[in-house]
C-alpha cells in the first residue's frame, strides 16, 4: 500500500507536481486520479486542500481534509490577508453565524465537545487574525459566550 498526501488548491490539481510525479510509478491513470481529486475538492476553490491518495493493489482511495480554520475564515469574509501589522487595527468583522458555518466545517477534526467549544475555539483563531465579532472585540465575544449570552444563536438543533 502507498500512501501520497499533499496540499493541493481546491478544484486546481493538475497532473504535474505534486500530485503526477508522486502517482506516475504507482501505475495508476493519474488523469483520473486528477479528475476525481478536482471533483471532490471543487468547493473549496482558492483554498489549500489536505488530500491524501491511498493506492492499495491498483485500487484508488482519496480522501479529503478540510482546509484551516484560517482559511475557511478568510473565505466566509471574501478576504485574502487577514492580519494587520497594527495592535489596534482590525482586519474585518466576522457574524457569530458565520464563526457557526466554520465551525460545522472543521467540528470533526477538533477536540471540541460541542458546538459552542468549537465555536470558542474559531473565535480564537479571529483573534489572532484581528478580526471583531459581532463587532466587539473577539475576547470580549469569548467571554460573553461563557456567560450564555449567544446561546439562543450557538445551538446545534438547526436542522443540520
Request: net charge negative; hydrophobic share 35%; with cysteine.
Amino acid at each position: 500500500m502507498n500512501v501520497v498526501e499533499v496540499l493541493i488548491e481546491g478544484g486546481k490539481a493538475s497532473p504535474g507536481p505534486p500530485l503526477g510525479p508522486a502517482l506516475g510509478p504507482l501505475g495508476v491513470n493519474v488523469k483520473e486520479v486528477v479528475d476525481s481529486v478536482n471533483e471532490l475538492t471543487k468547493g473549496y476553490g482558492g483554498m489549500e486542500v489536505p488530500v491524501k491518495i491511498t493506492v492499495d493493489a491498483g485500487k484508488v482511495d482519496i480522501t479529503v481534509g478540510v482546509p484551516s480554520t484560517a482559511a475557511l475564515i478568510k473565505k466566509e469574509l471574501g478576504i485574502e490577508k487577514a492580519k494587520t501589522d497594527s495592535t489596534t487595527d482590525y482586519t474585518g468583522d466576522i457574524s457569530l453565524e458565520q464563526i457557526k458555518e466554520v465551525a460545522k466545517k472543521k467540528k470533526e477534526e477538533m477536540l471540541s465537545s460541542s458546538l459552542k467549544n468549537a465555536i470558542k475555539e474559531i473565535i480564537g483563531t479571529c483573534v489572532s487574525m484581528r478580526l471583531k465579532v459581532e463587532g466587539k472585540d473577539a475576547k470580549e465575544i469569548q467571554k460573553d459566550i461563557e456567560e450564555g449570552k449567544y446561546d439562543e444563536v450557538i445551538t446545534e438543533n438547526d436542522g443540520s
